[in-house]
């Protein structure tokens, strides 16, 4: 399993790095994309029986049509799009006529993936289009990875009291904290490395808040799996588990160095005097 998630990173980085610092913003939302689209499909099927296939497909055009509208920012409001979504979700059961026993978690359930996957983790495309877009979108990663990585390792080699044991058994507090602190030490080496409009105070805040986040990301999708009765969401990268899986964190993590850019670095926001 080790090896695997090795040689899964190995295999992977470099063509994260020429896809982020490279390849053009709509290459960028493709691939973002093809991550919601399957990272719902993984949530839909831990609770969707056979049979909802008309379903699914309704959550995951929804899904795409959220981060469509993250890259043509400007055609709607989000608010018109929340609208939108909110009111397709509850009259889709009401078109179809499903079985109204159901209608209730199946609108549920269907709301909860277009939100869960689609609009948080959608911000990635707001991310990169910010200005040094490229260089955010690495500082998220390595950040919220570095706390997945610490939390691991520390975990595995000195964890004993356990976090969260009704919710994910193997996670621990040793873990967490070994996370926490891995999250904070990516944070300032990237400020110093390629992020200098950045403050130290910022980066240790923001090594806190996507340590903290990053780690409630992943018990959340654990709860999600706990729930349905599954280890994995999927087996789509080795070593790894599903795609959802690996995005559990950065599906936190994301919007909130987007907002905390957005709103106390006023950071991409014009402001009117």
Not at 23 to 36: D, H, N
Not at 146 to 151: L, S
Not at 191 to 197: E, H
């Amino acid at each position: 399993m080790h090896l695997k998630r090795v040689i899964s990173a190995v295999l992977f980085l470099p063509l994260f790095y020429i896809l982020v610092r490279y390849l053009s913003p709509t290459a960028f939302f493709i691939v973002v994309l093809f991550a919601v689209l399957l990272g719902q499909l993984e949530f839909y099927r831990l609770y969707y029986p056979v049979g909802k296939r008309g379903l699914i497909l309704f959550g995951l055009l929804c899904g795409g049509l959220v981060v469509g509208h993250f890259y043509e920012q400007g055609l709607f409001s989000d608010r018109e799009v929340m609208t939108a979504l909110v009111l397709a979700v509850l009259m889709y059961p009401l078109a179809t006529y499903q079985d109204v026993t159901t209608t209730l978690s199946d609108a549920a359930v269907g709301a909860l993936g277009i939100f869960y996957v689609g609009w948080l983790l959608g911000h990635l495309i707001l991310l990169r289009g910010l200005e040094q877009g490229e260089y955010l979108v690495f500082f998220l990663f390595l950040v919220t990875w570095a706390c997945d990585t610490g939390a691991y390792y520390i975990g595995k080699g000195f964890g004993r009291r356990r976090l969260a044991p009704r919710v994910s058994p193997n996670k621990t507090i040793e873990g967490a904290v070994g996370g926490l602190v891995a999250s904070i030490l990516a944070a300032a080496l990237a400020q110093r490395w390629f992020l200098p409009f950045l403050s130290v105070v910022d980066s240790v805040f923001l090594g806190v808040l996507l340590g903290v986040l990053g780690q409630l990301g992943d018990l959340t999708e654990s709860m999600f799996k706990r729930g349905a009765g599954v280890k994995d969401s999927g087996h789509f990268l080795p070593g790894h588990g599903g795609i959802l899986d690996k995005m559990d964190s950065l599906i936190f993590t994301t919007p909130s160095l987007y907002y905390y850019l957005l709103w106390v670095k006023q950071y991409g926001r014009v402001i009117v005097i």
